[in-house]
Protein backbone atom coordinates (compact mmCIF):
# COMPACT_ATOMS: atom_id res chain seq x y z
CA UNK A 1 0.00 0.00 0.00
CA UNK A 2 0.88 3.61 -0.89
CA UNK A 3 -0.25 6.29 1.18
CA UNK A 4 -0.45 10.01 -0.85
CA UNK A 5 -1.42 13.28 0.59
CA UNK A 6 -1.01 16.43 -1.84
CA UNK A 7 -0.40 20.16 -0.55
CA UNK A 8 0.69 23.17 -1.53
CA UNK A 9 -2.93 24.14 -3.81
CA UNK A 10 -4.77 27.67 -3.50
CA UNK A 11 -5.94 30.83 -5.24
CA UNK A 12 -3.12 32.65 -7.48
CA UNK A 13 -3.83 35.03 -9.88
CA UNK A 14 -2.81 34.52 -13.38
CA UNK A 15 0.77 34.66 -14.38
CA UNK A 16 1.35 33.61 -11.09
CA UNK A 17 3.37 29.97 -9.58
CA UNK A 18 2.64 27.41 -7.30
CA UNK A 19 4.24 24.74 -6.06
CA UNK A 20 2.27 21.39 -4.62
CA UNK A 21 4.35 18.41 -3.00
CA UNK A 22 2.63 14.64 -2.44
CA UNK A 23 4.21 13.27 0.34
CA UNK A 24 4.68 9.52 -0.34
CA UNK A 25 4.46 6.48 2.84
CA UNK A 26 4.28 2.81 2.53
CA UNK A 27 6.61 1.62 0.30
CA UNK A 28 9.93 2.11 -1.19
CA UNK A 29 9.20 5.43 -2.68
CA UNK A 30 12.18 5.47 -5.30
CA UNK A 31 10.77 2.13 -6.79
CA UNK A 32 7.51 3.90 -8.38
CA UNK A 33 6.68 5.78 -11.10
CA UNK A 34 4.79 8.87 -9.91
CA UNK A 35 3.16 11.41 -11.78
CA UNK A 36 0.42 14.43 -11.71
CA UNK A 37 -2.85 14.56 -12.85
CA UNK A 38 -5.63 16.85 -12.67
CA UNK A 39 -9.52 17.36 -12.93
CA UNK A 40 -11.21 20.51 -13.50
CA UNK A 41 -15.19 20.33 -13.09
CA UNK A 42 -16.97 18.64 -15.88
CA UNK A 43 -13.78 17.35 -17.84
CA UNK A 44 -11.99 14.33 -17.32
CA UNK A 45 -9.48 13.92 -14.94
CA UNK A 46 -5.76 15.01 -17.10
CA UNK A 47 -2.11 13.47 -17.06
CA UNK A 48 -0.05 16.37 -16.87
CA UNK A 49 3.64 14.81 -16.09
CA UNK A 50 5.30 11.96 -15.16
CA UNK A 51 8.73 10.62 -13.99
CA UNK A 52 10.22 7.66 -13.50
CA UNK A 53 11.21 6.18 -10.25
CA UNK A 54 14.85 7.33 -10.11
CA UNK A 55 14.21 10.75 -11.46
CA UNK A 56 16.14 10.73 -14.39
CA UNK A 57 12.95 10.39 -17.00
CA UNK A 58 9.97 12.72 -17.04
CA UNK A 59 7.48 13.28 -19.94
CA UNK A 60 5.20 16.09 -19.89
CA UNK A 61 1.76 16.36 -21.47
CA UNK A 62 1.56 19.57 -23.86
CA UNK A 63 -1.13 21.40 -21.91
CA UNK A 64 1.88 22.62 -19.70
CA UNK A 65 4.83 21.55 -21.15
CA UNK A 66 7.40 24.43 -21.00
CA UNK A 67 5.26 25.97 -17.98
CA UNK A 68 5.44 22.80 -15.30
CA UNK A 69 8.23 21.09 -14.20
CA UNK A 70 7.84 17.38 -12.31
CA UNK A 71 10.81 16.29 -9.61
CA UNK A 72 10.70 14.29 -7.04
CA UNK A 73 13.34 14.05 -3.60
CA UNK A 74 14.08 10.25 -2.82
CA UNK A 75 15.35 10.99 0.47
CA UNK A 76 12.55 12.80 1.43
CA UNK A 77 9.57 10.32 0.21
CA UNK A 78 8.23 13.21 -1.70
CA UNK A 79 7.06 14.69 -5.48
CA UNK A 80 6.46 18.24 -6.63
CA UNK A 81 4.91 19.89 -9.16
CA UNK A 82 6.84 23.71 -9.79
CA UNK A 83 4.03 25.33 -11.49
CA UNK A 84 4.56 28.91 -13.33
CA UNK A 85 3.17 31.10 -15.78
CA UNK A 86 -0.40 29.85 -14.35
CA UNK A 87 -3.36 30.37 -16.59
CA UNK A 88 -6.78 30.36 -15.31
CA UNK A 89 -7.65 27.13 -17.92
CA UNK A 90 -5.04 25.70 -15.11
CA UNK A 91 -7.84 25.76 -12.20
CA UNK A 92 -8.93 22.03 -11.33
CA UNK A 93 -7.85 19.74 -8.14
CA UNK A 94 -4.57 18.22 -8.54
CA UNK A 95 -3.57 14.84 -7.63
CA UNK A 96 -0.13 12.87 -7.45
CA UNK A 97 -0.35 8.95 -8.26
CA UNK A 98 2.62 6.30 -8.08
CA UNK A 99 2.82 3.67 -10.49
CA UNK A 100 3.67 -0.21 -9.07
CA UNK A 101 6.78 -0.27 -11.52
CA UNK A 102 9.78 2.16 -11.54
CA UNK A 103 9.29 3.19 -15.30
CA UNK A 104 6.92 6.38 -16.08
CA UNK A 105 3.69 5.08 -17.25
CA UNK A 106 1.42 7.30 -19.52
CA UNK A 107 -2.76 7.11 -18.39
CA UNK A 108 -4.67 6.81 -15.40
CA UNK A 109 -4.56 2.68 -15.60
CA UNK A 110 -0.88 2.95 -14.82
CA UNK A 111 -1.53 4.10 -11.31
CA UNK A 112 -2.83 2.19 -8.34
CA UNK A 113 -2.60 4.40 -5.67
CA UNK A 114 -3.93 8.04 -5.66
CA UNK A 115 -3.66 11.00 -3.17
CA UNK A 116 -7.34 13.32 -2.41
CA UNK A 117 -6.34 15.84 -4.47
CA UNK A 118 -5.50 19.35 -3.78
CA UNK A 119 -7.61 22.69 -5.09
CA UNK A 120 -5.94 24.63 -8.05
CA UNK A 121 -7.59 28.26 -8.79
CA UNK A 122 -6.04 30.92 -11.04
CA UNK A 123 -7.98 34.11 -11.23
CA UNK A 124 -8.31 36.32 -14.33
Known amino acids: QVQLVESGGGLVQAGGSLRLSCAAS????????MAWFRQAPGKEREQLAT????????YYFASVQGRFTISRDNNKNTLFLQMNSLKPEDTAVYYC?????????????????WGQGTQVTVSS
Open 97 to 113: AASIGPFYRLGQKEYAY
Open 51 to 58: ISGSGGST
Open 26 to 33: GRTFSRSA
